[in-house]
């Protein structure tokens, strides 16, 4: 991570304290067309037009790319999908792959046939090593169907048993 280590300029770092309440380890930050982000050991943070900040944790993040041509940045989490404009982008897009990439500890493809699937994922929180499944669903997947609940309860059962976790 020490790669990645940047200075945050003067008026995000005094804006990112003040935001926080308290000094954070910068690990990389870029410029958006309306605000900034910030890449913690954790987590990242997203300023908006009006500097109200906004965080993310890398466990949390289903997916992103980044857009080269674009610079843009697209980042998927249960809740949205977010698609930032980078003007500045830094290192931040090979920060971002790797924070998430160093969240997952390990992931299993379900198939459920006829061209369906889940992703069962085994997520780990960089904050405080906490680790939980998550359960991405292909396309056109209810992850509600009694079927399809019922074999990812089993799959998961089975995962975790593979893997020691309760």
């Known amino acids: 991570m020490a790669a990645f280590r940047q200075s945050l300029p ?32 954790d987590r990242f943070l997203r300023q908006d037009a009006d500097g109200h900040w906004a965080t ?8 992103g790319r980044w857009d080269d041509a674009t610079r843009t940045l697209t980042v998927v989490t249960p809740e949205a999908t977010h698609t930032l404009h980078l003007v500045e982008p830094n ?28 992703v069962l994922v085994l997520r780990r929180d960089l904050g405080g090593g906490a680790t939980a499944w998550r359960v991405l669903a292909g396309p056109g997947v209810d992850t509600s169907a009694p079927a399809v609940r019922d074999r990812v309860e089993a799959e998961l059962a089975a995962a975790a048993a593979e893997y020691d976790i309760d």
């Not at 993310?56 to 997916?63: G, L, R, V």
């Not at 090979?94 to 198939?111: C, G, K, P, Y």
């Open 10 to 41: 003067a008026d995000l770092l005094s804006s990112l304290r003040a935001a926080t309440g308290r000094r954070e380890r910068v690990l990389g930050w870029a410029r958006t067309e309306d605000g900034a982000l910030v890449g913690l050991t």
């Open 56 to 63: 993310t944790h890398w466990h949390a993040i289903d997916s």
């Open 91 to 118: 290192r931040f897009p090979d920060l971002f792959n790797e924070r998430v990439s160093a969240s997952i500890i390990a992931n299993r493809r379900v198939d459920l046939g006829a061209g369906r699937y889940v």
